[in-house]
């Protein structure tokens, strides 16, 4: 496994990726460092070891360099069998994983070669400090930066190690130019010629500068375990999320597994019903009419009561079949185009029959041309005529049912509205429901299965579109249809009459 894969373990990648960020900014710094040396001897009255702090700032380069080459290598590098003392040792240097998640003694080379930059980097950054003025020079806090690095990429404990070596360096250059065992490069300016071997400056010097340091190191390792720890809790609560949402999504498979299975068992007791029903029906209208020979008054009775029920059996069977083809319309039909128009005119002249028998007055209003859309026909024929004839068989005699039609931009809307009984609001969100039937619509009418109005949704979801409902008791209700028009444009139809 590369340590730069994908499959790399958190806190492997996320340090990978950080010594690729420490060596660019190094490279900044090179370049900045080297600028301000050319700006300080031109324009500061200062005396600097410019020879020894260009080979120390190349020293620096080279480093980089070798630092680039060793990270190439890591990222090609497959993991190997890790010594003991190295993850030991990783697992001193390195924060724990976000959310305790995977094995970090596995970073152990990165970790190694991480805090090797940091030390390297503190003993040259010593290195230009003594070139320049030692403990006289202003930049000696630079440190600093390098301990809130550590505090970021590393432990605690590692962070404080690094900053009690940055402390040990500078009270080397400090001690050595003091006791005359190194050069002192003297700046000049603020510091009296000789203020450097001043044992009380140079003690107080110094432990203000590894209280600094300490304290960067505390505040620095502080900051970054909260932030670590918040990390651990948003990876914790991503996996937490990633797991519910494939248990959701196996228990939304096995459900939609369990619909298709009841459509299916349902299409194939429908199909088998209906042909022994269709013969009972029959066998009984014959019985009754006498063509079999003449039966007693009670017995005709008997007879039409059956062919009534049957005829009623025969209904629920036929919707059963409508709302299986609705639910599995998206696998088993292909979608082609239909005109719309005309087939809402003939479903509307079929109702007007009924109407006409019950004193509803039916009528449609269609605005010009509407186009077509991706359907099936018998769909959609289930879907217009449950709407049209629920509300022929809702509405008192002197009612009125009005169908209206029209393009609106990319859809087309059907709206069916009568003035009729109504829909209580409480059964509103339950109309579309299979076998639901409103108490007043029972009352109404002792016609009427409960499957009208599931075939209606189950149609329109079907052909991309969406139904829904208004209503008032005692003023009548409007079901509204939009379904998608096709993008092409139809072929030429001539506009339906007004009926």
């Known amino acids: ?132 003025g030692g403990i006289e020079n202003p930049f000696l806090y630079f440190f ?10 590393f432990s605690r404990q590692a962070t404080y190690v690094h900053a009690s070596w940055g402390v040990a360096l500078v009270s080397v250059v400090a001690a050595g130019e003091g006791l ?51 990390e651990g809790e948003v990876v914790v609560l991503s996996m937490d999320v990633a797991h519910k949402a494939e248990t959701l999504a196996a228990a939304l498979d096995r459900v939609s597994q369990a619909e298709r299975a009841k459509s299916q068992y349902m299409r194939k007791v429908a199909h088998e019903l209906r042909g022994p029903l269709g013969t009972i029906r029959t066998t009984m209208s014959v019985l009754a009419s006498g063509a079999a020979g003449e039966l007693p008054a009670a017995a005709v009775e008997l007879a039409q009561r059956a062919a009534l029920r049957a005829g009623g059996l025969a209904q629920v069977t036929a919707d059963l079949l409508a709302l299986s083809r609705a639910r599995e319309g998206r696998l088993a ?37 509407v186009g077509q859309i991706a359907g099936d026909t018998a769909a959609l024929r289930e879907l217009v005529g449950n709407l049209v004839s629920n509300a022929v068989r809702y509405t008192p005699g002197g009612g009125t049912v009005e169908v209206r039609l029209a393009r609106q931009g990319e859809s087309i809307v059907l709206e069916v509205e009568d003035s009729g009984i109504g829909i209580p609001e409480v059964d509103l969100a339950r109309v579309f429901e299979e076998f639901y039937r409103c108490d007043n619509a029972r009352s109404h009418s002792g ?23 208004r209503s008032v008791v005692g003023r009548g209700t409007c079901f509204t249809v939009t379904l998608p028009a096709l993008a092409t444009a139809p072929r030429d139809l001539p506009a339906p009459p007004p009926v």
């Open 333 to 369: 039909i292909e979608l082609a185009p239909v005109d719309l128009a005309p087939l809402v005119r003939d479903l509307v002249a079929e109702a007007r029959v009924a109407g006409d028998r019950a004193g509803v007055s039916v009528a449609l209003r269609a605005t010009g041309e």
């Open 180 to 230: 005359g065992i190194l050069r002192h490069f003297a700046l000049g300016g603020a510091w009296a010629a000789g203020a450097y071997r001043d044992p009380a400056l140079v003690t107080a010097q110094l432990l203000v500068f590894a209280t600094t340091l300490y304290l960067s190191a505390y505040m620095g390792s502080s900051i970054a375990d909260r932030l670590r720890r918040r």
């Open 144 to 153: 600093i930066f390098h301990v809130i690095i550590a505090g970021i990429l």
């Open 1 to 132: 496994m590369s340590l730069g894969s994908s499959n790399s373990l958190p806190v492997s990648a996320e340090l990978v990726e950080r010594l690729g960020w420490l060596i660019r900014l190094r490279w900044l710094a090179v370049a900045g460092v080297v600028c301000f040396l050319e700006v300080a001897r031109r324009v500061f009255p200062v005396r600097l070891g410019l020879r020894q702090l260009y080979f120390t700032i190349a020293a620096l380069a080279v480093c980089n360099i070798l630092y680039w080459w060793r990270l190439r290598r890591l990222l090609r590098t497959r993991a190997r069998a890790v010594p003991p003392w190295t993850r030991l040792l990783a697992r001193f240097l390195l924060p724990p994983p976000p959310g305790g998640l995977g094995d970090i003694g596995d970073a152990g080379q990165a970790a190694v070669f991480a805090n090797l930059q940091v030390a390297v980097d503190l003993l040259l950054l010593a290195a230009l400090l003594h070139f320049s």
């Open 447 to 469: 016609e009427g299965t409960g499957l009208g109005l599931a075939i209606v949704r189950a149609a329109a979801e079907q052909h991309g579109g969406r139904v829904s409902v």
